[in-house]
C-alpha cells in the first residue's frame, strides 16, 4: 500500500518491516540519532533556522512554515513552555496520521523531542482522535520505551534536558482538531476554539506558552536535522519542499495511502498510483485535499499538488486527502452528506457557522428531494458566501468552501434536480 516505484521515501521506509514501531527496531535504523544531535551539538536557534531554511510547511492543512511557528516561542518568559500535538485526525478523506501513530510514534516522537529541544517546551501533550484506540496504545508504548531509555525524562540523553510526554485521548469532536478548540478540550472544557489574540505562542495549554503542530509536521522533523535543509529541498517544489502522505479514496483501482513529493500532479496521483477509475468509467471530481477543501473538476487534474498550484483553482492542499468521484455520482447527494457533517459538528458557538451550516443542509435536502426551486441554488451560494471569514476559526470556511466548489463547476446537477423533481444520475450512491 505505501510501496511506489516513483520516489524515495523516507517518512513510511520502513513501515512494511515488523520491527520498525519497537524502540529496537527504530534504533536499528538510525532513529534517535538526530535527536542527539541536536541536543549535543546545536543550538536551539540553530535548530530553528534549520527547520525554517528547509521550508517545513506544517502538514496539518493549514501550510504555515513550522519553523517560523516555532520561533514565535517566547524565549525570555520564564513560565513552563508546552509543545502540543494534533492527533486528532477526523477530516473526512484524512489517514495518514493513523499510519504515522501506528507504524512510526517513534519517529514523530524523536521529532517532538527535536522541537522541545528548540522551543524550550518542557512537556508535549499529544492529544490522540479517541476513535484512534490501536494508535494511542502504540503511541502509549513507545512513549514507555523512551522513558526507559532515557530519550524521555528528566535527563535526556544524559544532557541535563527534561522532556515530558502524556496522551490526551479525545471524545470524537471534529472541532477540536482547530488548535484552539483541542486546548480547550485538552484543559477538560467544552471544545470550542478561542478568539485570538492572545495566540497559544502567549497563552496555550493551561495559560501557558504553547506551539502546536500536526503529527506528521513533527515526524518530518528528525530527517530535516539528520540530513539536512538542502537535502529536504531536493524532494518537492521550491515553495513546497518534501514529500506528504497522500490518503486517497473514492472510486479509484487501488485506495490507500502514498508517500510522494509536494507538486506531484493530481492526475498522476489518481491514474498511476491510485489506478484510475474501475470499471472503465471516467472521472467527474476530484476532492484533493479532505472534504473542506473545493473540489476540481476533471479537466483540471493536471494540477500540481501543492498549495501554491492549488490556490490558483481556487482550492488547497489541506489534509492531502484525495476523495475521487465517478460520473455516477451526483453532486447534490455529495453535498447533502458534506452539509450533513458539518451542520452537526459545528460547536455553535458563532451564528454564522450554527445557523449557516442548517441552512445549507436544509437548502440542500429540500434540492435532494425534488422539492427545490431554482432560486433557492443560488440562496446556497449565497449563504456559503456570508458564512467564508466571518467567523472566530475557519470551521464555517470549511463548510462553506466544498459547497462553493460543487457550486462553481457542477451547478448543472443542482439544475437538474430541480428540473426533473429527482436525481438525474441513477447510478449514483444512495443516501
Known amino acids: 500500500m505505501l510501496e511506489s516505484p516513483y520516489v524515495t521515501q523516507y517518512l513510511t521506509e520502513h513501515f512494511s518491516e515488523a520491527d520498525y514501531p519497537t524502540l529496537e527496531g527504530y534504533e536499528r535504523r538510525g532513529g534517535y540519532r538526530a535527536a542527539r544531535k541536536a541536543i549535543t551539538e546545536m543550538a536551539p536557534d540553530e535548530v530553528i533556522e534549520t527547520v525554517k531554511t528547509a521550508g517545513l510547511q506544517g502538514r496539518g492543512g493549514a501550510g504555515f512554515s513550522a519553523g517560523l511557528k516555532w520561533s514565535f516561542m517566547p524565549k525570555d518568559d520564564e513560565r513552563p513552555k508546552y509543545l502540543v500535538c494534533n492527533a486528532d485526525e477526523s477530516e473526512p478523506g484524512s489517514f495518514k496520521d493513523r499510519i504515522l501513530l501506528e507504524r512510526g510514534a517513534h519517529q514523530m516522537l524523536e521529532g517532538i523531542l527535536i522541537a522541545a529541544w528548540a522551543t524550550g517546551a518542557c512537556a508535549t501533550f499529544i492529544y490522540i482522535r479517541g476513535e484512534y484506540a490501536y494508535p494511542a496504545v502504540q503511541v502509549e508504548r513507545a512513549i514507555a520505551e523512551a522513558y526507559a531509555k532515557g530519550y524521555l525524562g528528566e535527563n535526556v540523553m544524559g544532557t541535563g534536558f527534561r522532556h515530558d510526554v502524556q496522551v490526551t485521548r479525545g471524545a470524537g469532536a471534529y472541532i477540536c482538531g482547530e488548535e484552539t478548540g483541542l486546548l480547550e478540550s485538552l484543559e477538560g472544557k467544552k471544545g470550542q476554539p478561542r ?15 504553547t506551539t502546536v503542530n500536526n503529527v506528521e509536521t513533527f515526524s518530518h522533523v528528525p530527517h530535516i536535522i539528520g540530513k539536512g535543509a538542502d537535502w529536504f529541498r531536493g524532494f518537492g517544489t521550491e515553495k513546497s519542499p518534501g514529500t506528504t502522505i497522500f490518503g486517497v479514496s473514492g472510486h479509484v483501482v487501488r485506495p490507500g495511502l502514498y508517500e510522494l513529493p509536494l507538486g506531484t500532479p493530481l492526475s498522476e496521483i489518481v491514474f498511476e498510483h491510485a489506478g484510475g477509475i474501475p470499471g472503465g468509467r471516467k472521472v467527474k471530481g476530484v476532492i484533493p485535499g479532505g472534504m473542506s477543501m473545493p473540489i476540481l473538476p476533471a479537466g483540471q487534474l493536471d494540477v500540481p499538488m501543492a498549495n501554491e498550484f492549488l490556490r490558483e483553482r481556487k482550492t488547497m492542499l489541506g489534509t492531502g486527502g484525495v476523495m475521487v468521484m465517478d460520473e455516477t455520482t451526483c453532486m447534490v447527494r455529495a453535498a447533502s452528506v458534506i452539509s450533513y457533517f458539518f451542520r452537526d459538528e459545528s460547536c455553535g458557538q458563532c451564528t454564522q457557522c450554527r445557523e449557516g451550516t442548517g441552512w445549507m443542509h436544509k437548502i440542500i435536502e429540500r434540492i435532494e428531494r425534488g422539492a427545490g426551486e431554482e432560486e433557492d441554488i443560488d440562496v446556497l451560494g449565497d449563504v456559503a458566501g456570508k458564512m467564508e471569514a466571518k467567523t472566530i476559526c475557519a470551521f464555517a470556511d470549511a463548510a462553506a468552501w466544498p459547497i462553493q466548489g460543487l457550486l462553481r463547476h457542477f451547478r448543472d446537477d443542482f439544475v437538474e434536480h430541480v428540473r426533473q423533481r429527482k436525481c438525474p444520475f441513477p447510478g449514483s450512491f444512495e443516501l
Open 195 to 209: 478568539k485570538k489574540p492572545p495566540f497559544p505562542a502567549q497563552y496555550g495549554a493551561f495559560g501557558m506558552p
